[in-house]
């Protein structure tokens, strides 16, 4: 017979497991965003596999496949990941999350959005929750053309604060 102070106790442990987890995908998303490779590399294991469509295989080879063609296409990016839910099995972890991703490339004239949702088995090695397999399912995508303009749509100054890539982004600047 469990008791109240029991069940109280598992539910804040799984509280703490299911933030780690959730951490967890801001890195990845913050990673990718400001092209911080070594961050994106950190989210999964070693031995852990990605599907995201055109890439199957190795998650590192995918965040390193992800980070040349990001390097070459110049573009900024930013994901919105959302609707995360997260059923934990003891050591392991069914995760899905719901991810928006919009790419701004200036040399294209154009910004494209993709949206879907990250299918992740996340497992749990010496306290730590990574992504041991994760499958990109896709749910709509779209291109618009017209150029980032932040003076001219929203009429900012030209000191408005923009966001860079690693390490030139204002978040890895003195709080």
Not at 160 to 170: A, E, K, L, Q, S
Request: hydrophobic fraction near 30%; glycine fraction near 6%.
């Amino acid at each position: 017979m469990t008791t109240k102070t029991d069940d109280i106790t598992q539910e804040l442990y799984d509280l703490v497991q299911k933030n780690k987890i959730t951490e967890n995908l801001m890195k990845y998303c913050r990673g990718q965003d400001r092209k911080e490779l070594e961050l994106v590399k950190s989210t999964y294991w070693p031995d852990a596999t990605d599907n995201h469509g055109s890439f199957v295989g190795n998650g590192h080879d995918f965040c390193e496949m992800a980070y040349e063609g990001q390097k070459k296409s110049g573009h900024s990016a930013i994901h919105h990941c959302s609707n995360v839910l997260i059923e934990l099995l003891g050591n392991q972890a069914k995760c899905e999350s719901a991810f928006l991703y919009v790419m701004i490339h200036p040399t294209r004239n154009v910004t494209q959005f993709l949206a879907g949702r990250y299918k992740d088995l996340c497992e749990q090695r010496d306290g730590e929750w990574k992504v041991l397999r994760r499958t990109c399912i896709f749910d709509w995508a779209n291109e618009l053309e017209g150029a980032q303009d932040f003076t001219g749509i929203f009429n900012f100054p030209t000191e408005t604060v923009i966001g860079r890539t690693y390490p030139n982004d204002p978040i890895y600047a003195e709080w």
